[in-house]
């Protein structure tokens, strides 16, 4: 790594170490020798099989950033968890950081909600047997019925929501990405500060993404 950047041994030691410890690569002691860690190895397989997903909406990731001025977040659903496959970030003071190689619980991000929102409740109850939903911040749980409840509410309305529920001051708002077919094949995820995201920004942003990802353009 030293030899092919121009960084002095003490700082790409620094960053290794910082790269090791978020678990984008792994330290082997025996061999000393560094290789692709979870996140890498997650996003990898992400974008092998999301690559049609990525590479055709990017765009509509940016045109979006640009018209909330807040960070868009690309998100594919697994099972229990949901992965962040793209990001544009906003360009509003204190905008998110995006989240691109992250996993988070799919009950608790809005991006997963919206999607499992395109499941049937059979299909629901599959990924989540328990009655119980564990997972979100500081551990919290929901019951299965209440969040079974909300999944129709997204159904009804066509967006999802997240207020702070896996980020103390982050709030979220997520619309499908429809195949061809009209099957939900990822989610656009809009992220900005609990203080910006009101309910009328909720329904103004959701309105803008469900435009931008079905190809109309904002007057």
């Keep these: 790594m030293q030899s092919r950047s121009s960084l002095s041994r003490s700082t790409a030691h620094r960053l290794l170490k910082r790269l090791v410890h978020a678990e984008y690569v792994e330290h082997d002691l025996v061999t000393r020798s560094y290789r692709p860690g979870r996140v890498l190895t997650e996003i990898g397989a992400a974008l092998s099989r999301d690559a049609h997903v990525h590479e055709t909406d990017r765009a509509v990731l940016q045109r979006l950033a640009a018209a909330t001025k807040e960070t868009v977040h690309l998100v594919a ?104 077919f009209g099957f939900a094949r990822a989610a656009v995820s ?20 469900a435009r931008i990802t079905a190809g109309e353009t904002l007057s």
Excluded at 78 to 102: C, Y
Excluded at 196 to 209: C, F, G
């Design 77 to 180: 659903l697994r099972a229990t968890n949901v992965i962040f496959l793209d990001s544009v970030e906003g360009s509003q003071m204190g905008s998110a950081i995006g989240r691109v190689g992250r996993t988070l619980p799919s009950h608790a991000t809005a991006a997963g909600k919206v999607l499992l929102a395109a499941l049937t409740d059979a299909e629901v109850k599959a990924i989540y047997p328990v009655e119980l939903i564990r997972g979100g911040r500081g551990h919290s749980s929901v019951p299965r019925v209440d969040f079974l409840a909300e999944l129709e509410l997204v159904r009804a309305r066509g967006y999802a929501t997240n207020d702070g529920e896996t980020e103390p001051d982050v709030s979220a708002v997520a619309v499908p990405l429809l195949d061809r």
């Design 190 to 209: 809009v992220t900005a500060p609990r203080s910006r995201a009101s309910d009328a920004w909720m329904r103004k942003t959701a309105l803008h993404a």
